[in-house]
């Protein structure tokens, strides 16, 4: 029973978690790689990406709220989750247009792409705060878990309840679907081809008839699908908070390169092994040792390598060791 208990610990704290930030990281990841992959520069405003991309999520449920629309138990914010999608693609197309249309014609360097869009992070980190403030925001509604601690111990007679968020089964349901319809639209459809041709080999991609400007709106519209969802995602099962989304670039980025950058797949796989890595490694292991342990011994401490203070320093470090030792990442992607 001891080392059911202990499962049921390590699944509540450690394995549900990360499975649920895996997949928010990973459909972040996405949207860098993708970019990376066909536009050739490294989007410093992904992370405020999906910050406004959610933040138009959060108004357009409070609207819905206040009209009475719902989804019964599942959240409101699926329903605002398109409407957020088409607000963010218009605005990164129209960001293309004004800003980074021009440094493409000049053919400019990467490293000054990088510098734009640094400067772009910051104007819609300023955009967001302007319309929703600084506060946290929680705009999750229906049934809160799908599997409940209390129910679970009554159930099973053990000790640990098991609690499994809706927002966590939400995250990796639709994670999945985003996932399958982005690889179907790459392998199977013909713009998803031309796109794959462009980011392999843009001139020949030219020299075949592909239109360049067709290719780079299609990948903002699939970036702005990729960051909404991701940032709605997080904070549905979080709370919206507009300053986490500037952090949360960091594990973003560093799972794209773990993966390999410009390489989807390795985005995907980047995004758990980050996820995984940061939540075990803060982990206080505790309760899990105390049940496994015999009964006359219990650990004093917390038995936690790192602070959860330190979250983000673990994504920090892996990135690092990443960039020394194999900068094309796990599954071979362009190296940086």
Do not use: C
Request: proline share 4%.
């Amino acid at each position: 029973m001891d080392i059911l208990n202990a499962l049921v610990a390590f699944a509540n704290f450690v394995l549900i978690p990360a499975t649920a930030y895996g997949a928010q990281l990973a459909l972040g990841a996405l949207g860098v790689t993708l970019i990376y992959g066909v536009l050739r520069f490294s989007n410093f405003a992904h992370g405020e990406t999906m910050s406004f991309g959610a933040m138009v999520v959060v108004l357009v449920t409070a609207l819905f709220q206040s009209w009475g629309i719902s989804l019964g138990p599942l959240p409101t914010a699926l329903l605002a989750l398109p409407f957020g999608i088409a607000v963010t693609a218009l605005l990164l197309l129209t960001t293309d247009r004004v800003v980074y249309k021009f440094y493409r014609k000049v053919k400019a360097a990467p490293v000054m792409l990088v510098i734009v869009s640094t400067g772009v992070m910051f104007v819609m980190n300023g955009v967001v705060r302007m319309v929703v403030g600084t506060e946290d925001r929680r705009f999750a509604d229906g049934a809160r878990f799908l599997v409940n601690a209390r129910d679970f111990k009554a159930w099973s007679g053990l000790d640990e309840g098991l609690a499994i968020k809706t927002t966590q089964v939400i995250t990796v349901v639709v994670a999945l679907i985003t996932v399958a319809a982005l690889f179907w639209f790459l392998n199977k459809t013909r713009t998803g081809k031309s796109m794959r041709a462009f980011s392999d080999n843009e001139d020949l991609a030219l020299l075949s008839g592909i239109n360049p400007e067709r290719v780079v709106t299609i990948t903002w519209l699939l970036v702005a699908a990729l960051a909404t969802i991701a940032g709605a995602l997080y904070g549905l099962d979080k709370s919206f908070k507009p300053f986490i989304y500037q952090q949360l670039l960091l594990p973003v980025f560093a799972a794209a390169i773990v993966g390999g950058i410009g390489n989807p797949l390795g985005a995907i796989a980047g995004g758990f092994v980050i996820a995984f890595s940061e939540v075990t490694l803060t982990y206080a292991f505790k309760k899990v040792i105390t049940y496994l342990s015999p009964d006359s011994w219990s650990p004093d401490g917390l038995v936690q390598l790192l602070s959860t203070d330190y979250k983000f320093a673990v994504s920090f470090a892996i990135l690092i060791i990443v960039l020394l030792f194999k900068p094309t990442g796990l599954f071979k992607g362009q190296s940086i």
